[in-house]
């Protein structure tokens, strides 16, 4: 009796997502900015690593929800899996502040069936970083009450009935919850794309070296008639940055009397 509900409870469970389980960096770990070693494995979690095609990974700040983080800088674009399970990227100090466990990394893999899995390492230090966190993550972070634990997995594979850890699921590959718009432009699939929220610039320049916060989008010249447009729709998320205007009350100056007066009415004409 006991196998057979074992063997019905397993065939409930949906096992159409994958699971990439970074092992470094490591939870709660300090690394120096620079050069940086990223490794995974697989979490024994169906799929294998081997139903997956290619992978991006973006360095994230913030909280754990898709709202609160903000992607820094892609350290791989559209890698392949095949290549092994290890890359060294560099992470540019002026990216951000020295935000304790405010970084994780995002883990956006294709799938051979269509759509996308979003995973996520867990949380980790960056030393050395010269730039500045933005207050709307930084307090994200401090919400999280020194918590190593990234967000949850984000299940966008194609024909997929379920959902997987904890994430919503979306069963035509589109982008689901508030990470789609973490989602890299170029992973999407299906009728309606997701842009990240525009970026406001800051009040001082912090950064002199610059990369791009996307990979480019690809594109092919036709060159014969092409086929019904394949995206429908791109929703940019909602601005959350607002600006409030005050009257100045101060009293204006008084114009120039004496010489300077009689200097400045020789230039009226």
């Known amino acids: 009796m006991r196998l057979h509900f074992l063997t019905l409870l397993a065939a409930l469970c949906p096992l159409a997502f994958a699971d990439v389980q ?18 995974w494995q ?4 169906a799929p294998a690593l081997s139903s997956l095609t290619t992978y991006t990974v973006t360095l994230m700040v913030g909280g754990n929800d898709g709202n609160t983080m903000l992607p820094l800088t892609t350290l791989a674009n559209a890698a392949l899996f095949t290549s092994g399970s290890s890359i060294t990227a560099t ?10 466990n405010g970084f994780f990394l995002q883990f956006v893999s294709v799938a051979t069936q269509g759509g996308t899995v979003i995973n996520y390492s867990s949380r980790f230090s960056l030393t050395g ?5 933005p207050a709307a993550q930084a307090n994200a972070v401090t919400a999280l009450g020194g918590s190593t634990a990234g967000p949850v ?3 966008n594979v194609n024909n997929n009935a379920g959902g997987g850890g904890g994430g919503a699921a979306a069963g035509g590959g589109a982008a689901a919850g508030a990470a789609q718009w973490t989602v ?8 309606t794309k997701y842009a990240p929220m525009q970026p406001v610039p800051g009040t ?11 990979p480019t989008s690809g594109f092919t010249v036709a060159t014969t008639w092409m086929g019904p447009a394949t995206v429908q729709t791109t929703i940019t998320q909602a601005q959350t940055f607002s600006v409030v205007s005050v009257e100045n009350t101060a009293a204006p100056v008084s114009s120039p009397t004496g010489d300077m007066a009689k200097f400045l009415a020789r230039w009226k004409d």
């Open 153 to 155: 997995t984000v299940n």
């Open 91 to 100: 992470i540019a100090p002026g990216l951000a502040g020295n935000t304790v």
């Open 129 to 133: 970083m010269t730039g500045v966190t």
């Open 204 to 214: 001082k320049i912090t950064v002199n070296q610059f990369t791009p916060l996307f």
């Open 42 to 45: 697989d979490s024994g979690t």
């Open 22 to 39: 970074v092992t470094s960096p490591a939870a709660g770990a300090s690394i120096p900015a620079g050069a940086v070693t990223i490794t």
């Open 184 to 191: 890299p432009y170029n992973l999407q699939t299906g009728l």
